[in-house]
């Protein structure tokens, strides 16, 4: 009974636990193979997925980290933009919803019809999100409230401001660069007609002086100014696009060398104050956050965390940085979501090596990775109260062949063999088996029915076994699964066999003369 209620018990969890993540989650992700590539053109891609018949929706999604501010209070949040033109993804997601509607593209018209509160704090923003139950109970917000984000790559570029703040100029910080560029500009280039020629070799070690300080900065180990990284990329527009190639030279417009010259004059001459000023102008772009209204709360739990906000698709990319035709990941709805996995083959042989597709169930591996370990190590434990019933058994059964010793003499002297013998204990382990069986079968299933009933007499003691926080539930779930009874029902009865087959054993090999003595 106590196994039997345990396992459904469980079974429940585990089902809820799919239940809401197929809320919030794609059944299926395709993004780029390259770690770190966006996909342009996703519009194709989210209607050629379409066409595939184990599909049923396909939308885009951009991901990432965010600082989320509201009312003075701060913090890291994940978030989620999804296409809000795709209905797959967001009927999904209104189906796990507390209160408040799915209603996050900032052109809704249905966002101004959100009951007004009367505070400086419900200004309606520059859109909507949904945000998670455990957020809204961390902050204490509801629907309605403002919330501020901007992405956490801004503090970088803070960053890297101020510190370019404290150089001077690249052309004097980083002479080992420039001069030996300035060098070869000066001499490489000749006149020919209404062109300018320069060797091959020259150019390309002088491109390579300034294409690798320009890859240095961008990996954030120089620290120059934003105004002289602009005026670097230019130079390499000019040295990378000859008109042509002749016999071992580059071939170049007229003027080519003195627009190069003018460009290395701006970098030698620059104007540092103007170009912190530009900077920090820059700046401001960067750190201006999106203002978004709370238009839902869904529900999810610490056992089934999703992501903290969900935005539209147009300021999920703005807060990643993206141009508008560029997403992370297309998110596919199939049709059986619980054959994600075979799908996920299915598809990535279809998609080829270009593409990395991402089933629901591996991309959330470790959350039922410690859903299975526990329900393990809880059957494991559980089962040594079978085994303890079975011993028992054994002993009630060894007990009595000692009580029926002389009735068992008897029998023998009358000439019954040994497996006659045996077969009277066997029966009667037999029937305890079947019997216990029967009544935890049904003792289980009575449990099981008032399984709420439980619960709440236990709370009223003060103690609640199955906080809601926690689980993300208000009651507590439960799911028969006939074959978990079958298995148990059956291994209770063999259990009990095997209980009463050591004690029937040592009746019938004894020596009935002793037994007739009561010896």
């Given at each position: ?165 404290d150089k001077g100029r690249a052309y004097d910080e980083y002479p080992e660069r420039f001069q030996p560029f300035e060098k070869l500009i000066g ?333």
């Amino acid at each position: 009974m106590v196994l039997l209620v345990v396992l459904s018990v469980h079974a429940g969890f585990e089902q809820r636990l799919k239940e809401m993540m197929l809320g919030f989650s794609p059944h299926l992700t395709v993004s780029s193979a390259y770690q770190g590539e966006a996909i342009s053109r996703w519009e194709e891609m989210e209607k050629s997925l379409k066409e595939f018949p184990e599909v049923e929706g396909a939308s885009a999604l951009v991901e990432g980290f965010v600082l989320l501010d509201v009312r003075g209070w701060n913090s890291p949040v994940q978030f989620r933009g999804i296409n809000t033109a795709s209905d797959s993804q967001v009927e999904a997601l209104a189906q796990m919803l507390q209160e408040g509607a799915v209603e996050l593209d900032p052109q809704a018209e249905s966002l101004n019809e959100i009951e007004e509160k009367g505070t400086a704090d419900t200004a309606q923003g520059e859109g909507g999100a949904v945000i998670s139950q455990l957020l809204a109970n961390r902050l204490g917000l509801s629907v309605g409230d403002v919330v501020s984000l901007f992405h956490t790559s801004n503090l970088d570029q803070v960053m890297k401001a101020y510190r370019s703040q404290d150089k001077g100029r690249a052309y004097d910080e980083y002479p080992e660069r420039f001069q030996p560029f300035e060098k070869l500009i000066g001499s490489m280039f000749t006149r020919q007609g209404d062109q300018e020629i320069a060797p091959t070799e020259k150019v390309t070690e002088a491109y390579r002086l300034i294409q690798d300080f320009v890859i240095d900065n961008g990996e954030d180990t120089l620290g120059i100014r934003e105004v002289e990284f602009g005026l670097l990329e230019e130079l390499l527009e000019m040295l990378g696009e000859p008109e042509g190639q002749e016999a071992g030279n580059d071939i170049y417009a007229s003027g080519t060398q003195e627009m190069i010259s003018a460009k290395l004059t701006e970098l030698r001459e620059l104007d540092l104050e103007k170009a912190d000023l530009e900077g920090m102008k820059k700046m401001k772009d960067f750190v201006l956050p999106k203002e978004l209204k709370v238009t839902g709360i869904y529900q999810d739990a610490q056992r089934a965390r999703g992501p903290d906000v969900f935005v539209s698709l147009g300021i999920g990319q703005e807060l990643r940085g993206l141009d508008d035709a560029l997403v992370e990941s297309i998110g596919i709805i199939t049709s059986e979501p619980n054959s994600a996995d075979l799908t996920e083959i299915s598809l990535q042989k279809k998609l080829g090596d270009e593409w990395q597709v991402t089933s629901w169930m591996r991309r959330h591996s470790h959350q039922f990775q410690l859903v299975k370990t526990e329900k393990i190590m809880m059957s494991f434990s559980l089962s040594f109260i079978t085994l303890l019933s079975a011993f028992s058994i054994m002993a009630v059964m060894y007990t009595m062949t000692v009580q029926k010793r002389q009735e068992i003499g008897v029998m023998k002297a009358l000439g019954a063999s040994p497996w006659q013998i045996v077969k009277v204990f066997l029966y009667q382990g037999l029937i305890v088996g079947i019997g216990g069986a029967l009544l935890g079968v049904g003792l289980g299933r009575l449990v099981i029915h008032f399984r709420q009933n439980i619960v709440e007499l236990i709370r009223l003691f003060g103690v609640d076994p199955f906080p809601a926080d926690f689980h993300g539930i208000t009651e507590l779930p439960a799911r028969i699964i006939p074959g978990y009874f079958v298995i148990v029902a059956v291994v209770a009865v063999i259990l009990c066999l095997l209980a009463a087959l050591v004690p029937a054993l040592m009746a019938a090999f004894r020596d009935p003369a002793k037994s007739l003595r009561n010896l």
